[in-house]
């Protein structure tokens, strides 16, 4: 029977683990709706170039590996990379001048992150999105809930590398045994593969509950407030 969150097959009874202290969380899809703002700088890139549009789902489905990457899958098949490079540049200055037009948290995000700082958990968003639109959407929506905030930066790999979710623990001070890494997407629950940490798969950002599942996600949520279901589940080891 399904509960309010699901234990899936690589989840293993954790006696012995180190309890659950930082929790990483993507960013778009998973604490911002940023669809809409990103669909509309698709669109007008496209237009510019004379391309044909996109819907808001065709745009779902080509977000999550950068916009580099967001930009080769929307843009036609055979476009050559001096056109790539044109639609990305024209996307990227208008998405910088309006990425918080329609940008907002998701509902109970903002209650959640308050009341996980508030019960002393080390939060970090870690995002490929480009570092400076972390760090503002950090600051304008978030008003510093984070204690770490990182975004695609030069000479790092994104996700699904795990090298900006190392440089987070690093930043915390925080190991990968007590860590927590929330995302929506199979780009999101690979990255905490590849770091070595469990992930919580949410559902209500731009991939199907299906993908998660696929990509063996150790646990899934429907709403915000299931993460502190999660959080008792695995912290209980630590006392039995």
């Given at each position: 029977m399904?509960k309010?969150?699901?234990i899936?097959?690589t989840y293993e ?10 929790i ?6 998973t ?5 809409d703002?990103?669909?509309i700088?698709v669109?007008?890139?496209?237009k510019?170039k004379n391309l ?7 745009v779902?489905?080509?977000v999550?590996n950068g916009?580099?990457k967001?930009i080769?899958?929307i843009?036609?098949?055979g476009?050559s990379?001096?056109l790539?490079h044109?639609v990305f540049?024209?996307?990227q200055?208008?998405y ?5 037009d329609f940008?907002?948290p998701?509902k109970?995000?903002?209650?959640l992150l308050?009341?996980?700082k ?6 970090a968003?870690v ?7 972390v760090?503002?959407?950090n600051k304008?929506v978030?008003?510093?809930?984070f204690?770490c905030?990182?975004?695609e ?8 590398a795990p090298?900006?979710v190392?440089?987070?623990?690093k930043e915390m ?15 999101d629950i690979d ?7 469990k992930?919580?798969g949410?559902?209500?950002?731009f991939r199907t509950k299906?993908?998660l599942?696929?990509h ?7 709403h915000?407030?299931e993460l ?6 695995e912290?209980q080891?630590?006392h039995?």
């Amino acid at each position: 029977m399904h509960k309010n969150y699901a234990i899936l097959n690589t989840y293993e009874n954790a006696k012995g683990n180190m309890m659950i202290k930082t929790i990483i969380f993507d960013m778009d899809g998973t604490i911002l709706n940023t669809i809409d703002d990103i669909a509309i700088a698709v669109n007008v890139a496209l237009k510019e170039k004379n391309l044909p549009s996109k819907s808001v789902d065709e745009v779902k489905l080509a977000v999550g590996n950068g916009a580099k990457k967001l930009i080769e899958r929307i843009t036609p098949i055979g476009s050559s990379e001096a056109l790539k490079h044109e639609v990305f540049t024209i996307y990227q200055t208008y998405y910088n001048a309006h990425s918080q037009d329609f940008t907002g948290p998701y509902k109970g995000i903002i209650g959640l992150l308050s009341e996980l700082k508030k019960q002393g958990y080390k939060l970090a968003t870690v995002s490929n999105k480009y570092h400076h639109l972390v760090q503002e959407l950090n600051k304008n929506v978030f008003q510093g809930l984070f204690d770490c905030t990182i975004g695609e930066t030069h000479g790092i790999p994104i996700k699904p590398a795990p090298d900006m979710v190392y440089l987070a623990l690093k930043e915390m001070d925080s190991t990968k045994e007590e860590t927590l890494f929330i995302g929506d997407s199979d780009v999101d629950i690979d990255t905490a593969r590849n770091a070595g940490m469990k992930s919580v798969g949410v559902t209500w950002g731009f991939r199907t509950k299906d993908v998660l599942l696929k990509h063996q996600a150790t646990y899934i949520i429907d709403h915000p407030e299931e993460l502190y279901v999660i959080l008792k589940e695995e912290n209980q080891h630590e006392h039995d």
